[in-house]
């Protein structure tokens, strides 16, 4: 365990900057749904393409950060494209919940080739097991995605964690799967500029305000 904590502390102390691609799916047995996650990085811009299918029906949009602006990129009705730009994903608070339980874990394993440590979040809603690769250490600001819809991994950040979610598996109070991420690649390699700048073509909309709360 000490190992596995000092091996935790000199990877995200050397963490570099990350440039490249992540492409993970995300599935839940409660709902049906299966989402594709594609990941395009360069150093602190991101865009985020999510492609869900429920049932026989299918949502797809994308998030995209362009310096401190963050755009979820639609495309409505009628053929019409539009650019809602979203609340920044706000600031860690100081210290854990105290309803929540934070645990890295002695494990150690590769995920899309990169290693991962194991830490367990333990909530009012469950369990959740996640393999954490700590060289990818894009910080809380990175992951609105993952972090907003999820206060169990909000938590763990808050819990001073760092480090990219390769891979997750949540189970409720009473032990029944919620859902899982799998990444399956990770691939470093260059990245232009363009793939985080909002299109011409989108007419830029401000939020409803229910969605500022």
Do not use: H
């Given at each position: 365990m000490k190992w596995t904590i000092?091996?935790?502390?000199?990877?995200?102390?050397?963490?570099?900057?990350?440039?490249?691609v992540i492409e993970s799916v995300m599935e839940?047995?409660?709902?049906?749904?299966r989402v594709k996650l594609n990941w395009t990085i360069?150093?602190?811009l991101f865009r985020l393409d999510y492609f869900a299918e429920v049932q026989k029906s299918s949502v797809n949009f994308s998030i995209v950060r362009q310096q401190d602006r963050i755009f979820m990129l639609m495309n409505g009705a009628g053929g019409s494209k539009e650019a809602m730009e979203l609340e920044p994903p706000g600031t860690?608070?100081?210290?854990?919940?105290?309803?929540?339980?934070?645990?890295?874990?002695?494990?150690?394993?590769?995920?899309?080739?990169?290693?991962?440590?194991?830490?367990?979040?333990?909530?009012?809603?469950?369990?959740?097991?996640?393999?954490?690769?700590?060289?990818?250490?894009?910080?809380?600001?990175?992951?609105?995605?993952?972090?907003?819809?999820?206060p169990e991994l909000k938590q763990m950040f808050n819990a001073g964690m760092s480090g990219f979610?390769?891979?997750?598996s949540a189970v409720n109070a009473a032990g029944k799967p919620l859902y899982t991420l799998k990444t399956h690649y990770v691939k470093p390699r260059p990245v232009s500029a363009d793939a985080?700048?909002?299109p011409?073509?989108?007419n830029v909309i401000k939020p409803p305000i229910e969605l500022k709360r």
């Open positions: 000092f091996l935790w502390l000199w990877t995200t102390a050397y963490a570099q900057p990350f440039e490249g839940s047995p409660v709902t049906g749904e360069k150093d602190r860690l608070s100081d210290s854990l919940r105290p309803e929540y339980a934070v645990e890295l874990l002695g494990d150690a394993k590769t995920v899309a080739g990169i290693e991962c440590m194991k830490v367990r979040i333990t909530g009012p809603s469950g369990v959740s097991d996640v393999w954490l690769a700590p060289s990818l250490n894009l910080g809380f600001d990175m992951l609105p995605a993952y972090v907003q819809p999820s979610p390769l891979e997750v985080f700048v909002v011409a073509e989108y």
